[in-house]
């Protein structure tokens, strides 16, 4: 298909990509280090480590992967870890050694963590000091065979490397006490880590550099599978689209969002990380005026975050007495940006909020706006290059401009399907190659595309995905509760949260209980806010509940 962008858009923008420009994920590393090495790639907490520093550090994680813990091209290690600079040192080691990286958001709850650990196969996890109480509850359950353990402060400066550790582990007591019986420490991984005794992995691009897990319509969290193919597809047609307005080798990205979610993965990460970029990584975004504070050090170009944060930051004074002339980016994803939010935005930097739209399963971009485009407009944007996307019916059919139906994607970024889950893949790929987004949409006159309702039932929390099926499968657990039923309540600060009806079983049962069970099963973003009892639930004639109908009330 062929969209108006390509004669409308700024010229210069290619239709299509080259997808030989990168053999894979870590030849676009080399090229990077290569090129940059001088420069400053990533800084957290008042230390910054240069490309060639980054170099260095994850050949050494790499050697110890292949020749410590004698891991082979193919294996899946998990990386459970916020925003500090152990992160892409260890990312980008797993990556060059070969072998599959799996994500992991440190909340998780126990179970959530050993049912993404056996799905996946996980035989090696680095994880956060603050979070390693929670793999010893479940890690004889799981393949783990490895444990690397890391504390915040392990890759700063002497002697704030030992201050911050101290006071986080004792004074905060933010480390709750774990026994695991055999790990390494990071620092220590990387000293047992020979350089030298690096071999670069023999990858292709169709092997597999990413189990990116996303909620289920089936109460579990799939592993969506990403190659090196996705990912490169996706940093080359996301550079194409922003090219005209960066410099190489002079870019200052804010990354507030986790780098283990897709999108600041593949934006924040690769896609600046390929132009010679400084990362600024933001541990604790939720910490605000801590977070303005940090700001307040950098002449930053460049800012991606979800609606909730960007409405955060515009209504704190402080924020908005910073300086913003070197502002060039504010990108939003993950999930809709309000008009109101983007407005005010605007009226504080003077700079649009310029609104994304991707998936997990799309390693993520599909559609951007033009990163001329002055003012919100509503819409997620164009197709972005060597991407179709349509509008089909439930039957399939691709439906002409203006009508309503299922957004549909195909292009070199989507995913190659569900982890061990071909049934679940099957659901969602046409048999034409699109596959189905479940989000509602239409084309106007102008290829632009905007989304009006989600065909799926999922919820969206401050940009993080959460699907009925599993706050149910949780709560109905609970003894005292007979059924349960979830659906996504609107909130001003959050876009959505999760709101459950309930039917008891015993009488006895209060929202305090129910809510101090949920806290202890599900992750913070994932813990409804609102209760509701009710003596029945709406259902379909098969005893189905009807979400709908609880919505509509």
Not at 447 to 475: A, H, Q, W
């Amino acid at each position: 298909m062929t969209y108006p962008w390509v004669k409308n858009y700024e010229k210069g923008v290619k239709a299509e990509i080259d997808l030989s420009t990168y053999k894979n994920i870590p030849d676009l590393l080399e090229q990077t280090f290569s090129k940059y090495g001088k420069l400053p790639s990533f800084t957290n907490m008042g230390t910054t480590i240069s490309y060639s520093e980054l170099d260095v550090l994850s050949r050494k994680f790499a050697s110890y992967l292949q020749n410590v813990l004698g891991h082979k091209k193919g294996d899946r290690v998990a990386i459970m870890m916020p925003n500090i600079l152990q992160y892409p040192i260890a990312l980008f080691g797993v990556l060059r050694a070969g072998l599959i990286v799996v994500n992991v958001n440190p909340l998780y709850t126990a179970r959530e963590l050993e049912h993404q650990l056996k799905d996946s196969g996980s035989t090696t996890i680095i994880i956060f000091a603050n979070s390693a109480h929670t793999l010893e509850a479940v890690i004889k359950k799981t393949p783990i065979k490895n444990v690397v353990v890391t504390e915040i402060g392990d890759m700063l400066k002497f002697p704030k490397n030992y201050v911050v550790n101290f006071a986080i582990k004792y004074i905060k007591k933010m480390v709750p006490p774990y026994s695991i019986e055999k790990f390494h420490y990071f620092k220590e991984a990387l000293n047992l880590g020979d350089e030298s005794k690096f071999k670069a992995a023999d990858i292709a691009q169709t092997d597999i550099a990413f189990l990116q897990y996303t909620g289920g319509t089936t109460g579990v969290s799939k592993g969506a599978v990403l190659t090196h193919r996705n990912i490169v597809a996706n940093v080359l047609q996301a550079k194409e689209w922003i090219k005209n307005l960066l410099s190489e080798g002079q870019e200052i990205i804010i990354t507030p969002l986790p780098l283990y979610h897709i999108f600041s993965l593949t934006a924040n990460c690769f896609i600046f990380n390929s132009i010679g970029a400084l990362n600024v990584l933001i541990t604790n975004p939720r910490d605000i005026p801590g977070f303005v504070k940090e700001l307040s050090k950098w002449k930053f170009t460049a800012f991606t975050a979800v609606n909730t944060l960007f409405n955060s930051l515009a209504n704190n004074p402080e924020f908005c007495k910073l300086d913003f002339s070197s502002l060039k980016i504010a990108l939003g994803g993950g999930m809709a940006v309000q008009r109101a939010v983007a407005e005010k935005w605007k009226n504080i930097t003077g700079v649009p909020l310029i609104e994304a739209y991707g998936l997990t399963e799309t390693s993520p971009a599909a559609c951007i706006n033009p990163m001329t485009l002055q003012d919100y407009n509503g819409f997620i944007g164009l197709p972005i290059s060597s991407t179709d996307v349509v509008i089909k019916d439930d039957d399939g059919k691709t439906l002409k401009q203006g009508e309503t139906g299922e957004i549909c994607i195909k292009g070199p970024q989507v995913m190659q399907g569900y982890w061990n889950r071909q049934d679940e893949t099957d659901k969602v790929m046409t048999t034409d190659g699109y596959f189905r987004t479940g989000d509602v949409a239409f084309m106007n006159a102008d290829g632009y595309f905007k989304i009006v309702d989600r065909k799926k039932d999922m919820i969206l929390v401050s940009g993080f995905n959460v699907y009925p099926n599993e706050v149910e499968d949780v709560i109905a657990t609970n003894p005292k509760v007979l059924e349960v039923a979830a659906i996504g309540a609107p909130d001003e600060k959050s876009g959505e949260v999760v709101k459950v009806f309930v039917v008891k079983k015993d009488q006895s049962l209060t929202v305090e209980e129910l809510k101090s069970f949920c806290k202890e099963n599900l992750t913070a973003y994932k813990v409804p806010k609102f209760y509701e009892f009710r003596k029945d639930l709406p259902k379909t004639n098969v005893g189905k509940i009807l979400r709908r109908e609880l919505r509509g009330q």
